[in-house]
Structures are given as C-alpha cells and as structure tokens.
C-alpha cells in the first residue's frame, strides 16, 4: 500500500509528491519534455521524473480516491482521469474545433518529427487550417483565441515560445499530450458530425454547446 512508501519517503520528497499531487488536479497533464521559451530548447520536467520513479505511489494514492493515472514514458506524457466521469471541465464547441485542428497538425508533423515528440505551428497557421477545414467561416475574436489557446496552455496541451495568443506570428508548441485527449476515435466522430452540423450552417455566436472533449 501507497502509506509504506510514503513512511520511506523524506521530508523534502514527501513536499515534492503532495506539490505534483496538487499539479496533477489542476492542469490534468504532465509533459516530460518542455520547450524553454528563451532558448527554444528541450528541458526535462522534474515533476514528470518524480511521477516515473514514485508512479506506484501515485497510482495507489489516487486510486482511493477513484482516480487512475496514465502514465506513457514513450511520449513522456502522465494524465489524470477520474474513473467514475467526474470532476470534468467541458470545452464548448470553439475550444473543441481548435483541439481538433491542433491534433491534426501534431499528426500531419508527426512522421517529420523524429526524435521529438511536440509539434509547431503559428496561431495564423491554426487559423488558416480551420478554415480550411470548414471549422471557421469568419475571423475569429481575440477573445475566443485568447482565452481558449491561454486554457490549453494551462493544461499543457499547447505553449508559446513569444507574442501574444491573437498575433498570426506567435509561434506555438503542440505537445504529445493531446495525442490523448482527442483520440483517433474522437477524430472519425467529429469528422462525421462536421458533415451534418457544418455544411451550410451560420455560426452563431452564442451558440456555445459543449464539445466532445473534456479536461479534469
């Protein structure tokens, strides 16, 4: 049991494990591979070592709480799921499409990456793949990409390497943790629901419903 290891553990790491706990609930994924905004180079992230060495820890701990980690040291991503569907965060549609647009530009890069496991792009880019894909049908508002790209961030899905959400040339960081949010099962579902609800259809703009995805 998860209490015997912990009577082993020091004061210090006993800190660090209630510390990634805490980051775990808030933000739902750990990265292992960060990307430094100034040197725009790979920094390992200790919390996601912490997580690998002390993981049986973890996953005793959370599982009393009917909670289960996901923990894949080839993509280097930890995730926290509730088993019973609670304590979800509900995308609307907006933050659905942008998902959605992100996972197809990580699988379109993803053969090029080699040894890397995050994609770019610029927030233009994004923009412009969604309305090619039929996702958009006019500019969409600072604020939808502010806020929307800023919950990303926070979740590690996405990170900037300079400028603000809303500047076409702000460069962006795709990281493999939404490789496991929007599953290729996800992907089929919201291409056949685009050919029902988009074909011809007026976006509204309070027309806000949830999406498909959700954060804990």
Do not use: C
């Not at 905004?37 to 002390?54: P, Q, T, V």
């Amino acid at each position: 049991m998860w209490e015997q290891e912990w009577e082993k553990m020091t004061d210090k790491d006993r800190e660090q494990f209630a510390r990634v706990v805490n980051l775990l609930f808030q933000k739902t994924f750990i990265v292992r591979d960060e990307v430094d905004a100034k040197s725009h180079g790979i920094l390992i992230n200790k919390d996601f070592r912490f997580l690998e060495r002390h993981q049986t820890l973890f996953s005793d701990y959370f599982r009393v709480a009917g909670w289960e980690i996901q923990l894949d040291g080839h993509r280097g991503v930890a995730a926290l799921y509730n088993r019973f569907g609670y304590n979800h965060r509900r995308l609307d549609k907006a933050a659905t499409y942008l998902l959605f647009t992100l996972r197809l530009i990580y699988e379109e890069q993803l053969e090029k990456l080699a040894l890397r496991r995050e994609a770019s792009a610029t927030v233009g880019e994004l923009v412009e793949k969604m309305f090619y894909l039929g996702l958009l049908n006019k500019k969409p508002s600072d604020k939808m990409l502010r806020e929307n790209l800023g919950t990303l961030k926070n979740h590690n899905i996405i990170d900037k390497l300079d400028g603000n959400w809303t500047n076409p040339q702000t460069r962006l960081i795709i990281y493999p943790s939404i490789l496991l949010l929007v599953s290729n099962e996800k992907i089929s579902e919201l291409y056949e629901s685009l050919g029902q609800t988009l074909m011809g259809e007026e976006e509204e703009e309070d027309d806000e419903t949830a999406g498909e995805d959700a954060l804990n």
